[in-house]
């Protein structure tokens, strides 16, 4: 009986483990996938300044609000990410 038990709290243990690292590892592909989406980002927009010159404004708007979003993604994966190792 009490090796059962402890069979159960053996498997529990390291299916948290497994656990921590899953969510750690998405939250690590989340960043870098934001980073990747923000290069993207950037140079769309400077190809877009080189076939139109006159509309800088309204593409530099469009980009920073479009990074904006995407690099709050990355802080919450990131912040994720410490909460899976601190907690």
Known sequence: ???????????????????????????????????IGIGRIGASAMEAIARQPEAVGDIRSNMIVSAALIEGVAFFAVIICALVLFI
């Not at 009986?1 to 592909?29: C, D, E, H, P």
């Open 1 to 35: 009986m009490l090796s059962a038990i402890l069979t159960v709290l053996l498997q529990a243990a390291a299916g948290a483990t497994v656990g921590k690292m899953g969510a750690a590892l998405g939250a690590g592909l989340a960043a870098i996938g934001a980073g």
